[in-house]
Nanobody, 122 residues
Framework: QVQLVESGGGLVQAGGSLRLSCAASRLTFSSYAMAWFRQAPGKEREFVTAINWSGTGTEYADSVKGRFTISRDNAKNTVYLQMNSLKPEDTAVYYC???????????????WGQGTQVTVSS
């Protein structure tokens, strides 16, 4: 059974940084695109960023462009989300997801992690 396990969430002040990690197991990691989504209280889960299998292609939501960076290490079966200049509106549960071929469309992702909480205080 495929497992995606996020880590690195926490409480940070506005303007601060966090680095999330998502470790994959029982998955041919290098064959899968990876993405990060987030869900704030009372809101729908939304796309944040995605990276293709090789790491050469990425996409970002406009709200995080220039502040967040997605990367991956196929040798470690891990995808990362570096979040800088955090804002209170970035507060959410962050989920990683996997599918073959990256897309912004939530419903097209096959595998999901359990999520990690990020809270940004003002």
């Amino acid at each position: 059974q495929v497992q995606l396990v996020e880590s690195g969430g926490g409480l940070v002040q506005a303007g601060g940084s966090l680095r999330l990690s998502c470790a994959a197991s029982r998955l041919t990691f290098s064959s899968y695109a990876m993405a990060w989504f987030r869900q704030a209280p009372g809101k729908e889960r939304e796309f944040v960023t995605a990276i293709n299998w090789s790491g050469t292609g990425t996409e970002y939501a406009d709200s995080v462009k220039g502040r967040f960076t997605i990367s991956r290490d196929n040798a470690k079966n891990t995808v990362y989300l570096q979040m800088n200049s955090l804002k209170p509106e970035d507060t959410a549960v962050y989920y990683c997801a996997a599918r073959r071929g990256y897309t912004r469309v939530l419903d097209e992702y096959n595998y999901w992690g359990q999520g990690t909480q990020v809270t940004v205080s003002s």
